[in-house]
Every structure is written in C-alpha cells, then in structure tokens.
C-alpha cells in the first residue's frame, strides 16, 4: 500500500465507520497519546523498565499503526500529500546531512 492509499482508506473510513473527523487540536491531542504509548513500550522491552502484569498484552506492530493512522488523520485535514511530504523531507535531509553522520566519530 502506498501512501497515498493509506490516506484515502483512512479518510474513507473516517467518513463511514469513524462518522467525521475529530478536530485538528483533539487529533494532535490523540497523537501524543498513541506516541506515549509506543514510548511507553519501547521504555520496558529496549530499555531498563521492567513490564506489569498490566503491560502482558502489549503490541507494539498495533501502536505503532495507531500512530499512523492518526498522522493520517492529521494530513487529510490538513490537505498534506504524505507522499510529496516524505519525498521532499528525505531530499532536505539527503542535502543537509550528506557528510554528517559519514564524520560523527559517535556513529563508528
């Protein structure tokens, strides 16, 4: 699925299942949420915290994709073309770091 597919499935769900879309302030609200959770997870399964037995069903693959779709959500609103967004982040970040990351002794 590309991008631009996962913006129309979203956007066609929203308008069917999800009845409309919350607003833009409540969606980023949304946003933080999904985000801490996925942090949440990554603290007790790559860091040093330690799960509860509250945290057993834990899934991170479905977090994650709440993010994403709630990114989604965002960018329809917003009217951003996802794709054309990552294609000219990626040129900017190609331009900016080109030598960068290649002379940071930290990264060998």
Not at 60 to 71: I, Q, T
Not at 78 to 94: R, Y
Request: glycine share 4%; with cysteine; net charge negative.
């Amino acid at each position: 699925m590309t991008l631009k597919e996962a913006q129309g499935l979203v956007d066609q769900w929203i308008n069917t299942t999800g009845v409309r879309y919350f607003n833009e302030l409540t969606n980023t609200a949304i946003l933080m949420e999904e985000v801490g959770e996925v942090a949440r997870i990554m603290a007790r399964k790559y860091g040093e915290q330690s799960f509860k037995k509250t945290d057993e069903a834990i899934n991170l693959p479905d977090e994650m994709a709440d993010v994403l779709f709630v990114l989604i959500c965002l960018a329809n609103q917003t009217g951003i073309d996802l794709t054309d967004a990552l294609n000219k982040n990626l040129e900017k970040k190609s331009i900016r770091d080109i030598d960068r990351h290649k002379n940071n002794p930290k990264l060998k």
